[in-house]
C-alpha cells in the first residue's frame, strides 16, 4: 500500500535528485573546456547592405558568434526578421532550424545563452555590451526595438558546439516610431523632487542577521511593485529562490522541463529592519554556482510623487572566498569595484526602454573603501543611481491617448453596470489612473464576438462574460456574439472561430472586435493565421487573461488536471481536455507566436494577477505550484504569458484566472460557492471599458507602431 509519507519521500528523493542533477550541470562547467565567458562580436564580409541603414542579408554560418548587421535601431523602430535554412549537429538525430531543437534532457547539461529557447535557435541583441541581453527570433519575427543600438544576430548553441550548415537572415526595419510617441522619448537624466535629504534618510549599508554592515545601497527604483517586477523580467533576470526547499522544487520543474537551473538561492540581508522583498539574478545558467550578477531590493517607506521608493544593493559574485566569520567557511567573492555592477544594473534595466528618468547623487557621507559582512574589501566613488521607471501600459499609441484604466474607473464609478456594491478603482485594477473620462454611447460600427476558454462547455449557465454581453446589447444596441469553445486543440477549436467569422461577416459586413478569454486567445490566433479571409472580417482581438504564451501547469499536468476538473464535475464537458491541454504547453504556443508573428489586425491584452489570499480555494493548488516558476499569476498562467509580443499591453486587474470572466459564484451546485470564494470582480464594468477603449482607439490616428 503506498502511503502518503511514501509518496512524499518519493516525491523528496526524486526533487534532490533533480537539484543535484542541475548543480552537476553547473559544477561541470567548471572545467569544460571552451565554456561561453562574455559574448565576442565576429564581423564577416559576406554581408551585403541592399539599402544601407534599413536592411540586412547574410548568411550566418553555425560557427558564427554575434555577426553586426550594421544595422542602427532607434527606440520604438519596427523590425522584421526571417531565417532560412539548417544546421546539423554531429551528436543530434534531427537538423535545427531557425526555430531551435526540441529541448531534451541533455539540454540540463547545455549552457546556452538563452535559457529558456532550444538549441540552434537564431537569437538577436541591441548592443554589443555584457549587459546586452539576447532574445529569440526563431524563423520569423517581428519587434519594436525598445531601445537605441546596433543589432546583432547568433545561434543558441555553445562555445564548444560544431554543427554543418548555415542560417540565411533578412533583416528589414519597416517603420519608425512617430515622432513625439513615448518609443521615441529620450531617458531624461534628472529626477526633480529626489532630494539629497531624502537619500540620505536611505542606510548606506544592508545588514546579515547578526547586524553586521555588509553591500553597499547603490540603486534606487521609483515605480510601482509591478514595474519593478517587470523591469527586470524584461531584463532577463530572474527571481532567486529565497529557501533551500524552493530551490529543490525548482531543480525539479527545471529539469521536467529540460532547462538547466538558473534560480540560486541567495541569502538574507536586511534593510529596514527585514530581509529583501526580492533578489534577482541574470538568467544565465553558466557558472551560476560561483559567479554570477544578482542583486537583493527592499521596499522603502518613502515615496515620490505617489509612486514607492525602492532601494537596491547589487554585486557580482566572481568566485569564492573564506568566510572570515566562521571557521572553515567559504563564501561567494565580489568584485571589489561595486561601481561596475551598478553601471551594468544601469545598462542592463535601461536596455527594456522601461527607464523614464535617471541621475547620480553622492550623499552626505558616501561609501568609500570598506568591507562586506563576510569580511572581504569592496571600494566605490560612493553614487548612487536613481532611477524612474515608465508605465509602457499607459503610453498605449500617440501621446494623448489616455491609459486603459482611467476608462475602467471611468465606467466602474459613473456608470455601475455591474449589480451590487462595489469598493475604489484601485480595488480591481493595477496602477489606476486619476484621470476620467467621458462616457458616451458607444459607436456601433463593430460587432463583438467572445471566444471563452477550456472548460466553458462544463460550466452550464455560468459562460464568459455572461453578464456584460446582455448589458451591452440591451444598454447600446451592440451586436455581441458567443463562439462555442469545446474543449479541443486550438487549432481544431480556431476552424471554428474561422467559420463563424467567414459566415456572419457574408451576412453583416461590420467588421469584429474578437475577444479572446483565456484558451480563448490561442484558438482566435490559430483560426485566424490560417484562413487569411476570416481575418479579413477582423477589426482588432483583445485578450483577458489570455494564454498567448501557455501555461507551465500545461507543461507539467494534462493528464492530471483533467483528472481534477472531471472531479469538479460541474457537467457535460465536451471534447478531449488532454488534447485542449496540450495545445497551452509554452513551446507549442511559442512556436506558432515565431510562426505567426504578425496577425495584421491590432492585440491588445489584459492580464489577471491575484494574491494567495484573493484566489478562490479550488485554484489554490495550482496558484501554489505556478508561484514556483514566479509572480505575478493569477493561478493559471504567469502574466509574462498573456502580453502579445509587440502588442499594445493594457496593464493588470485584481483577479484570479476564473473571477476575471467567469461567474462563478452564480453556480447553484451545493457546495461550490464556498469553493469560488473569491469570484466576485466588476465583470461588465470591464467589458464595457475594453469596447469602449478599442472602438476609440482604432478611430484614433493611427499608430507609429502598428
Not at 555577426?67 to 526571417?82: A, E, R, S
Not at 472531471?566 to 464537458?573: A, E, F, K, M, Y
Request: net charge neutral.
Amino acid at each position: 500500500m503506498t502511503t502518503p509519507l511514501s509518496k512524499f519521500r518519493f516525491w523528496l528523493g526524486f526533487a534532490l535528485g533533480a537539484l543535484l542533477l542541475a548543480a552537476a550541470s553547473a559544477l561541470a562547467q567548471l572545467v569544460v573546456p571552451g565554456a561561453p565567458g562574455p559574448a565576442s562580436t565576429q564581423q564577416t564580409s559576406s554581408a551585403s547592405q541592399q539599402s544601407a541603414g534599413t536592411s540586412f542579408s547574410a548568411d550566418l554560418p553555425a560557427s558564427a558568434k554575434w555577426k553586426d548587421t550594421g544595422l542602427d535601431l532607434q527606440p520604438g523602430d519596427t523590425v522584421q526578421i526571417t531565417a532560412s535554412g539548417q544546421l546539423q549537429y554531429s551528436d543530434a538525430k534531427q537538423a535545427a532550424t531557425p526555430d531551435g531543437l526540441a529541448r531534451g534532457w541533455k539540454d540540463l547539461m547545455r549552457i546556452l545563452p538563452l535559457n529558456d529557447a532550444g538549441r540552434g535557435a537564431l537569437l538577436a541583441r541591441i548592443g554589443d555590451s555584457e549587459a546586452a541581453r539576447p532574445f529569440l527570433i526563431g524563423s520569423s519575427q517581428t519587434f519594436h526595438a525598445p531601445v537605441a543600438g546596433r543589432l546583432f544576430v547568433s545561434i543558441n548553441q555553445m562555445s564548444s558546439d560544431t554543427a554543418d550548415g548555415s542560417f540565411h537572415v533578412e533583416v528589414k526595419i519597416t517603420a519608425h516610431a512617430a515622432s513625439g510617441s513615448a518609443a521615441a522619448q529620450p531617458i531624461v537624466t534628472s529626477v526633480p523632487g529626489f532630494t539629497l535629504d531624502l537619500l540620505d534618510k536611505i542606510p548606506r549599508r544592508v545588514s546579515d542577521s547578526k547586524g553586521d554592515l555588509g553591500d553597499m545601497t547603490n540603486f534606487i527604483l521609483i515605480g510601482s511593485e509591478d514595474l519593478v517586477r517587470k523591469v527586470f523580467e524584461q531584463a532577463g533576470w530572474v527571481r532567486v529562490d529565497r529557501t533551500k526547499e524552493e530551490a529543490v522544487l525548482h531543480g525539479l520543474l527545471s529539469s521536467i522541463t529540460k532547462q538547466s537551473y538558473v534560480e540560486m538561492p541567495m541569502s538574507e540581508l536586511y534593510l529596514f529592519d527585514r530581509p529583501q522583498d526580492y533578489g534577482f539574478a541574470l538568467a544565465e545558467p553558466f557558472e551560476v554556482v560561483y559567479q554570477r550578477h544578482h542583486n537583493r531590493v527592499w521596499k522603502s517607506p518613502y515615496t515620490l510623487d505617489g509612486q514607492t521608493v525602492w532601494v537596491g544593493a547589487g554585486t557580482h559574485d566572481i568566485g569564492i572566498e573564506r568566510d572570515q566569520r566562521r571557521k572553515n567557511a567559504i563564501t561567494h567573492k565580489i568584485d571589489p569595484d561595486i561601481d561596475k555592477e551598478r553601471e551594468f544594473i544601469a545598462e542592463s534595466l535601461g536596455s527594456t526602454g522601461l527607464i523614464a528618468a535617471k541621475m547620480y547623487l553622492r550623499p552626505s557621507q558616501p561609501v568609500g573603501e570598506t568591507h562586506t559582512a563576510t569580511g572581504g574589501s569592496f571600494h566605490s566613488d560612493g553614487r548612487v543611481l536613481v532611477m524612474v521607471l515608465r508605465d509602457a501600459s499607459a503610453d498605449v499609441g500617440s501621446p494623448g491617448r489616455l491609459p486603459f484604466s482611467a476608462v475602467f474607473c471611468s465606467v466602474l464609478e459613473r456608470e455601475h453596470p455591474d449589480a451590487g456594491q462595489w469598493g475604489s478603482c484601485s480595488d480591481y485594477i493595477e496602477a489606476p489612473s486619476a484621470r476620467r473620462v467621458a462616457l458616451g454611447a458607444i459607436p456601433r460600427s463593430y460587432r463583438l464576438a467572445i471566444v471563452p476558454g477550456v472548460l466553458t462547455s462544463c460550466m452550464g449557465s455560468a459562460t464568459a462574460f455572461r453578464e456584460g454581453r446582455k448589458y451591452l446589447h440591451d444598454a447600446y444596441g451592440l451586436t455581441v456574439d458567443l463562439i462555442p469553445a469545446p474543449n479541443h486543440s486550438s487549432a481544431e477549436n480556431g476552424k471554428e472561430v474561422a467559420r463563424f467569422l467567414r459566415d456572419a461577416y457574408a451576412k453583416d459586413r461590420r467588421k469584429f472586435i474578437l475577444l479572446g478569454y483565456s484558451k480563448g486567445a490561442p484558438d482566435i490566433l490559430e483560426g485566424l493565421a490560417n484562413d487569411p479571409d476570416a481575418a479579413r472580417s477582423v477589426a482588432a482581438l483583445v485578450t483577458v487573461a489570455g494564454a498567448i504564451g501557455g501555461s507551465p501547469l500545461a507543461d507539467l499536468l494534462p493528464a492530471q488536471a483533467q483528472r481534477w476538473f472531471q472531479n469538479i464535475n460541474l457537467g457535460g464537458c465536451q471534447g478531449d481536455l488532454y488534447d485542449a491541454l496540450r495545445s497551452l504547453r509554452r513551446d507549442v504556443r511559442r512556436q506558432f507566436l515565431t510562426r505567426h508573428p504578425h496577425p495584421g489586425f491590432p492585440v491588445y491584452t489584459v492580464s489577471a494577477v491575484s494574491t494567495r489570499s484573493q484566489t478562490s480555494k479550488f485554484l489554490l493548488e495550482g496558484w501554489e505550484l505556478l508561484s514556483l516558476y514566479g509572480q505575478p499569476q493569477d493561478s493559471e498562467l504567469l502574466e509574462s504569458d498573456t502580453r502579445f509580443p509587440g502588442g499594445n499591453d493594457l496593464g493588470a486587474v485584481h483577479a484570479d484566472h476564473f473571477a476575471v470572466a467567469i461567474p462563478l459564484e452564480d453556480i447553484s451546485q451545493p457546495g461550490f460557492s464556498q469553493l469560488a470564494n473569491h469570484n466576485h470582480f466588476p465583470r461588465t464594468a470591464l467589458l464595457e471599458a475594453l469596447v469602449r477603449y478599442v472602438t476609440a482607439d482604432l478611430a484614433a490616428p493611427p499608430r507609429g507602431n502598428l
